[in-house]
C-alpha cells in the first residue's frame, strides 16, 4: 500500500504516482493521470512521490532534489514543466536555469534547499515508501493504495478511466 503518503483533497479518492523526474515515462504517465483527473473533475487527489533511480539515471537524485525544493518554494506547476520538459534530457542539471523557470529572484535559497542533507533523506525517504509498497521501476501508479498494472500497450487515458469504473468509481 502507500499508507503514508499525503494528499489532499479528492472527493472519490486518491492517485499516488511514485516517478523519476529523468523517466520520460514518468513525464507521460502524469500527463494521461491529469488528463482522466481532469476528465472527472479533479475527483481524485494526486500525490507525486519521488522514486529516482540512479542506477538508470545518473541525475535522478539530484532532479528529485530540485522537484522537492520547487514544491517547497510554492512553484510546483513551474517545477513539473521544467523538470518534464527538455531539460531532462541535458546531462546536467542547470540550478540557475531552474531558478529562472520558476521564476524567483535569487538562486540562493534554491541552492541551499537542493544542498540541504534533509533534502536528500526525504527523497530517499519517498523512495522507501515506495519499495515498501512493491514499486521496482518508475512510473508506478496507485488509486486508493491500490497498485495499478498496465496493460500490454501501457497506460492510457481510456485503460485509467475503464480501472476507475470496474474498481474505484461504484
Known amino acids: 500500500t502507500t499508507q503514508g503518503a499525503s494528499s489532499t483533497g479528492g472527493e472519490v ?3 499516488v504516482l511514485f516517478i523519476d523526474y529523468r523517466c520520460p515515462y514518468s513525464g507521460r504517465l502524469l500527463q494521461m493521470v491529469q488528463a482522466f483527473n481532469n476528465a472527472l473533475g479533479g475527483a481524485y487527489s494526486l500525490t507525486l512521490l519521488n522514486f529516482p533511480m540512479p542506477e538508470i539515471h545518473p541525475l535522478a537524485m539530484e532532479t528529485a532534489r530540485l522537484a522537492l525544493c520547487g514544491a517547497h518554494a510554492m512553484k510546483f506547476g513551474s517545477t513539473l514543466g521544467f523538470l518534464f520538459g527538455p531539460q531532462y ?3 546536467s ?3 540557475d536555469a531552474f531558478c529562472k523557470a520558476l521564476g524567483l529572484q535569487t538562486c540562493d535559497d534554491m541552492k541551499a534547499c537542493i544542498g540541504n542533507k534533509k533534502t536528500t533523506a526525504a527523497a530517499k525517504r519517498e523512495r522507501k ?3 515498501k509498497a512493491g514499486v521496482r521501476g518508475t512510473p508506478a501508479l496507485f488509486i486508493d493504495g491500490r497498485k495499478i498494472t498496465p496493460q500490454a500497450g501501457g497506460f492510457s487515458v481510456p ?3 475503464d480501472i476507475a469504473n470496474r474498481y474505484f468509481l461504484r
Do not use: K, M, T
Request: aromatic share 6%.
Open 13 to 15: 479518492g486518491a492517485l
Open 159 to 161: 485503460f485509467l478511466s
Open 93 to 95: 542539471v542547470d540550478i
Open 129 to 131: 515508501l515506495g519499495e
Open 89 to 91: 534530457r541535458q546531462e
